[in-house]
């Protein structure tokens, strides 16, 4: 039991200690033992041809999916523009205070190659604020998104929950001598709305209200947007940009919402 016990601890260090694409030979009384490891198995073989080793497991691809990210949100033109047409201005955002903040709380990898290409899915959940610069205070009862402009009104803003599911490839590239790792993902993600209201702070009588309206105003119920993802280790940068209008076809300005900012993969 003592012999046998001391093979087995020689085996394993053994296993440990060899690097990759290596045959050892251990010679153990009148018997011997061949280890042979190549990049994704381990295997030992005595005299007599039985394997007494178990291969070891691959090595899987693990995605920077999970993880939260915090940047700004704002809409684009069809053609492309940050600066909207006059006559949809009561949109403009108050940038800096347009806020978007992702939680994505499920990870699901495939591996293509091990642990350097994959394919990233899961489930996340994305808040979008956008903030006006005017007073605006909208109005989604009537046929389509009307508005109208409250001199009471401090603080306006609309605010959109989403549930996201990605699609996305992505890669790892040892950087820094294999000490880090670059990832690089782009990829589908699609967006079911969940929940939306606009909010307004006003001040009558110099006393602080708050006003919530729970109306989707014609948002979209539906959308995907694009996204890029590049950043090392557990630190990135992200931008998500939705081909899809923000409103409804004809109930609503032609906008297409837009996200960038940092990540923080779990």
């Excluded at 381990?42 to 080793?53: E, K, Y």
């Excluded at 790792?181 to 009558?204: D, E, F, H, Q, T």
Aim: with cysteine.
């Amino acid at each position: 039991m003592k012999t046998t016990c001391i093979l087995l601890s020689v085996l394993y260090f053994s296993i440990c200690l060899f690097g990759q694409n290596d045959t050892t030979t251990i010679k153990w009384n009148k018997g011997r033992i061949l280890i042979i490891t190549n990049k994704s198995d381990t295997m030992a073989i005595d005299n007599l041809g039985q394997t007494i080793a178990k291969p070891a497991r691959q090595k899987k691809f693990k995605s920077k999916w999970d993880g939260v990210e915090l940047g700004l949100s704002g809409f684009m033109t069809e053609l492309g523009s940050f600066v909207l047409p006059n006559q949809w201005n009561y949109l403009d955002l108050n940038y800096p205070k347009s806020i978007n903040f992702n939680l994505n709380i499920v990870n699901q990898s495939i591996t293509l190659i091990e642990k350097k290409v994959g394919v990233a899915t899961g489930i996340g959940f994305g808040w979008y604020r956008y903030r006006f610069n005017r007073p605006t205070l909208l109005m989604g009862n009537l046929d389509t998104l009307s508005f109208t402009y409250d001199s009471l009104i401090k603080k306006s803003q609309l605010n959109i929950t989403y549930l996201r599911i990605p699609l996305l490839l992505e890669f790892h590239i040892p950087i820094n001598q294999a000490k880090d790792n670059l990832y690089i993902a782009a990829g589908i993600v699609g967006a079911l709305r969940i929940k939306s209201y606009g909010k307004y702070v006003y001040y009558p009588d110099h006393n602080k209200r708050i006003f919530k309206d729970n109306n989707d105003f014609y948002l979209t119920p539906i959308n995907y947007s694009f996204e890029f993802r590049i950043g090392i280790d557990n630190m990135g940068i992200y931008f998500n940009y939705m081909p899809m209008p923000l409103f409804k076809k004809g109930k609503g300005p032609e906008v297409y919402p837009y996200s960038a900012g940092i990540s923080f993969p779990f």
